[in-house]
């Protein structure tokens, strides 16, 4: 069973923030959060991860609510380049990632 | 910035035949393991591998399949008697040992083309 709960797909305009949200009501307490996004067919990029904390490098921020059952990925200003399928993934028992059908992103120019 | 290296980047093989995928992982990571993407689905888990073993795998991931790291260097992933439904971007993925959140680095994988 899917983990987390993501729209399947989203537009955003260029140089506009492109927010992601993420449902994930199961976790547990000592799980991560975990954004990686996936261009074309090439390996998934790694792009921030949280556990309760909000966030932030230099590719994106990670809101992750006080009851840790949602977050959101925030891109403040998105580039064609950022065009992808955003997955967020919350790390299971064991050290495997579950990816689901994450979040299509189209920027739009 | 160190990365996950794949190749060959396309593999062709004909169905039935054996096939090894290789990855250099990032030099200091202690923790690997292989995805696979068949066209248009979800990236699946297959293995992963700590410490000279297999430390988690997945129903993927059966007779058919093993993993080694037969140096310091690299880890491989070979396939006996290929099957059409082994066509797929095969990914490798390493962490560092500093705990379980330290978060997976993928490398940009192999396509498997069975014919």
């Known amino acids: 069973d899917a983990k987390t709960t993501q729209p399947p797909s989203m537009d955003c305009a260029e140089g506009r923030a492109a927010n992601l949200p993420c449902n994930h009501s199961?976790?547990?307490?000592?799980?991560?959060v975990y954004w990686y996004r996936q261009i074309h067919s090439q390996g998934p990029q790694y792009i921030i991860h949280g556990l309760k904390n909000n966030e932030t490098n230099e590719m994106a921020s990670l809101i992750i609510t006080e009851d840790r059952k949602s977050s959101t990925l925030i891109l403040p200003h998105a580039t064609l380049r950022d065009t992808a399928v955003y997955y967020c993934i919350v790390l299971l028992a064991g050290n495997q990632f579950y990816f689901g059908t994450g979040t299509s992103l189209t920027v739009i120019p | 910035e160190p990365e996950v290296t794949q190749t060959p980047s396309h593999q062709v093989t004909q169905m039935g035949q054996e096939v090894i995928l290789r990855c250099v992982p990032i030099s200091n990571h202690l923790y690997f393991y292989w995805y696979r993407q068949i066209l248009g689905q979800k990236v699946e888990f297959l293995v992963s591998?700590?410490?000279?073993?297999?430390?988690?795998k997945s129903e993927i991931f059966d007779d058919q399949f093993s993993v080694e790291r037969p140096d310091g260097s690299n880890f491989t992933l070979k396939i006996r008697s290929t099957k059409l439904e082994d066509s797929a971007m095969y990914f490798c993925?390493?962490?560092?040992?500093?705990?379980?959140?330290?978060?997976?680095?993928f490398g940009d994988g192999t396509r498997l083309s069975i014919l």
């Open positions: 591998f700590y410490n000279n073993e297999i430390s988690e």
């Open positions: 993925a390493s962490r560092g040992g500093q705990g379980r959140v330290q978060p997976q680095h």
């Open positions: 199961t976790i547990s307490g000592n799980e991560y």
